[in-house]
């Protein structure tokens, strides 16, 4: 299930469902939003991005969906891995004074029950 | 190379020390980026250099400095911190290409202010 604590969101699944994790942007002027994965020690890791004018995107055991109406992303991971664990954030692209900048949210956990 | 390199990985000084924190990569990328994360805590944004020049700088208090020798390079100098500064400070560059996000984290230098 999923639950929120002080400050990370946690999702529990249990090894070969599929995961789904959430995230609400704020801005309509991002062209790319882009899903990260960050394992503990480690910088974050570049998952699968999505441009703005596409609703969904599909790469190696991952999808993006992207609703724009509601502002709304989200990453599904199919049959998911006990690697799979990490925190994934979501971040979408802005441009502005000449170059583009990432601005991330807040991060789920996902906890994978072997 | 499709790396970004961070030195050093650990790094733990006093308040009155001064330190720099450093990042190359050899992708060709024009874009290099500063974040700073606390535990727990998306990155956010520090500064950005697009083809060698600052074009962002978050409001950040000026005991961080960057510097961008050339278009591998990037450093951080650090003078003056305060506990509360100890972070992962992250590094990343990208291709600024409108054709994509293609960002690419280094694995951080990890701060503790003493």
């Known amino acids: 299930g999923e639950s929120v604590g002080l400050h990370l969101p946690t999702l529990s699944v249990q090894e070969g469902d599929n995961s789904i994790i959430n995230c609400a942007y704020s801005?309509?002027?991002?062209?790319?939003f882009i899903w990260y994965k960050q394992e503990s020690g480690k910088g974050p890791q570049f998952i699968i991005d999505?441009?703005?004018?596409?609703d969904k995107r599909q790469g190696q055991r991952v999808t993006v969906l992207l609703n724009k109406t509601v502002k709304h992303l989200s990453l599904q991971i199919a049959a998911t891995q006990p690697g799979d664990s990490a925190v994934y954030f979501c971040?979408?692209?802005?441009?502005?004074?000449?170059?583009?900048?990432?601005?991330f949210g807040k991060g789920t956990k996902l906890s994978v029950i072997p | 190379d499709t790396e970004v390199t961070q030195t050093p990985k650990h790094l733990v000084m006093g308040m009155t020390n001064k330190k720099s924190l450093k990042c190359e990569q050899h992708m060709g990328h024009r874009a290099m980026y500063w974040y700073k994360q606390k535990a727990k805590k998306p990155p956010e944004l520090m500064f950005v250099y697009s083809y060698e020049k600052l074009s962002i700088n978050e409001s950040v208090p000026s005991r961080f400095s960057p510097e961008c020798p050339n278009s591998s390079l990037l450093n951080l100098h650090l003078h003056a911190l305060q506990p509360e500064d100890s972070a992962l400070y992250l590094c990343?560059?990208?291709?600024?290409?409108?054709?994509?996000?293609?960002?690419?984290f280094g694995s951080g230098t990890r701060l503790t202010v003493v």
């Open positions: 801005n309509s002027a991002s062209d790319y």
């Open positions: 971040a979408e692209r802005t441009s502005g004074a000449g170059s583009y900048q990432l601005t």
């Open positions: 990343a560059s990208s291709q600024e290409s409108r054709t994509g996000a293609g960002y690419t």
């Open positions: 999505i441009r703005s004018n596409m």
